[in-house]
């Protein structure tokens, strides 16, 4: 019934919150290895590329002979996975995500690799951008504001920044830069 169907969906959100929470709190396990960024993007659209609805087109603009970067696999899935998440939410199921990864300079000057993840949404006003990355802030009615501390510290974690640029009415693109693999 209703009753049953609100008490289930609520004790879903809760958990999620609570790993959440659980995750923002905890210092990440780093395992750096030599990732390839073309595998890596391709398992994480896959999902994504297979849905039905057809509603959200992707662009995808990944070459295969990008250089490995240094990272743990784990932590830049899901730090990508959150920022992809973000953008889909943002087109609200119909709209355009474009993820594209070039060999670039870091601002330290290291060679690496820049994913870009944009999106087509409504984009933020620059107080709401300017906070985008503080804990407990968001722009959603949902979620805890976690998402993007977590995505930015793990993607830190493996040598690497985030960045965000966005304007009202035309969407948001999502900046990760990762340093190149030494082996």
């Given at each position: 019934n209703a009753c049953t169907d609100t008490i289930l969906t609520q004790v879903r959100l809760m958990r999620t919150i609570a790993s959440e929470f659980s995750n923002f709190a905890s210092t990440p396990a780093v395992r750096p290895?030599?990732?390839?960024?073309?595998?890596?993007?391709?398992?994480?659209?896959?999902p994504y590329l297979t849905a039905p609805d057809g509603q959200v087109e992707f662009r995808r603009a990944v070459p295969d002979d990008l250089p490995r970067v240094s990272a743990d696999p784990v932590l830049a899935s899901r730090a990508l996975s959150n920022l992809l998440e973000n953008a889909l939410?943002?087109?609200?199921?119909?709209?355009?995500?474009?993820?594209?990864?070039?060999?670039?300079?870091?601002?330290?000057?290291?060679?690496?690799?820049?994913?870009?993840?944009?999106?087509?949404?409504?984009?933020?006003?620059?107080?709401?951008?300017?906070?985008?990355?503080?804990?407990?802030?968001?722009?959603?009615?949902?979620?805890?504001?976690?998402?993007?501390?977590?995505?930015?510290?793990?993607?830190?974690?493996?040598?690497?920044?985030?960045?965000?640029?966005?304007?009202?009415?035309?969407?948001t693109t999502a900046f990760v830069w990762l340093p190149a693999a030494t082996a």
């Open positions: 290895e030599a990732v390839d960024v073309a595998v890596l993007l391709e398992a994480l659209l896959a939410q943002a087109v609200g199921g119909a709209g355009v995500v474009r993820v594209d990864a070039v060999q670039a300079t870091g601002v330290s000057g290291g060679n690496g690799v820049r994913i870009t993840i944009a999106d087509s949404g409504p984009g933020m006003d620059e107080q709401a951008l300017a906070r985008a990355f503080e804990p407990y802030f968001s722009t959603k009615t949902s979620g805890t504001g976690l998402g993007l501390p977590i995505a930015r510290r793990n993607i830190e974690a493996c040598g690497g920044t985030v960045g965000m640029e966005s304007v009202a009415g035309r969407g």
